[in-house]
């Protein structure tokens, strides 16, 4: 796998160069396609990087598809909310007009129908991915693809694109999109902040189980270069 690390000396400028380095594959794929369709990643780390790519005006947001990597099954108000997330700090301003596609498509659980409603709502972008940026726990999971995850080997393998996994480090019941449709894409980023993290990935470039740190199923891949960002 070709694995491009940049390093920030600030979560400010990583936003800002993450964000530039997005906005221009979004152009990219508007110019050559009509349209740019992007996947990002919830919890903590992106918010900068969604405020800074929110502001952008050199993109046509208007033809923009963004989604999400994973989500935890609940409802877009819920604080834990991915989709939340992504609406309160990236489709603001000139990204107001994105259209974004959830992962949680309401109900309870993740069950066969909820997963079901997920993917047809999916056959919208069925097309290869502009740019998917990933996070990672410090467990070493990416997307929900969670150590011990009860549906792990077939998030990593089949083609899904949704799958419903829980696990015991992942709170709620989640909803990712697969390994191989993540990897169908043209542009990979992972973002990672802070030295646990830094502490994290080099245990996951060092030899080991892949089920012990699902992201090395991103690290060992060899579909698409991976453009790693981290700052401190
Ligand atoms: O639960 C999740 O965790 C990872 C990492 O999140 P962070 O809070 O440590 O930044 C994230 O990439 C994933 O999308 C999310 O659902």
């Excluded at 935890?72 to 994105?98: C, D, F, I, Y």
Aim: charged share 25%; hydrophobic share 45%.
């Amino acid at each position: 796998m070709t694995l491009n690390r940049i390093d920030f000396d600030t979560r400010d400028a990583l936003a800002k160069a993450l964000a530039e380095a997005v906005a221009e594959n979004l152009r990219d794929g508007i110019e050559a396609r009509g349209r740019a369709v992007l996947a990002v990643s919830g919890g903590s780390t992106p918010a900068k990087f969604f405020a800074r790519l929110g502001k952008t005006k050199t993109v046509d947001w208007s033809k923009v598809t963004v989604t999400l990597v994973d989500e935890r099954w609940v409802a877009e108000t819920e604080p834990r909310s991915n989709a939340g997330l992504v609406n309160e700090k990236m489709l603001q301003g000139p990204a107001a007009v994105a259209h974004f596609l959830p992962l949680y498509s309401g109900g309870e659980a993740p069950d066969a129908a909820a997963i079901a409603r997920t993917n047809k709502a999916l056959q919208e972008v069925e097309e290869t991915f502009d740019a998917v940026v990933l996070g990672m726990g410090e467990d070493g999971h990416t997307a929900s693809f969670f150590p011990g995850g009860d549906t792990l080997a077939a998030a990593l393998t089949e083609p899904g694109p949704a799958i419903a996994i829980r696990a015991p480090g992942a709170g709620e019941p989640r909803v990712t999109l697969t390994l191989p449709r993540l990897l169908d894409s043209r542009a990979l980023y992972l973002h990672i902040e802070g030295e646990a993290k830094a502490e994290t990935l080099e245990r996951a470039l060092a030899e080991g189980a892949l089920e012990d740190m699902p992201v090395r199923a991103v690290l060992r891949q060899d579909r698409l270069p991976l453009s790693l960002f981290w700052a401190p």
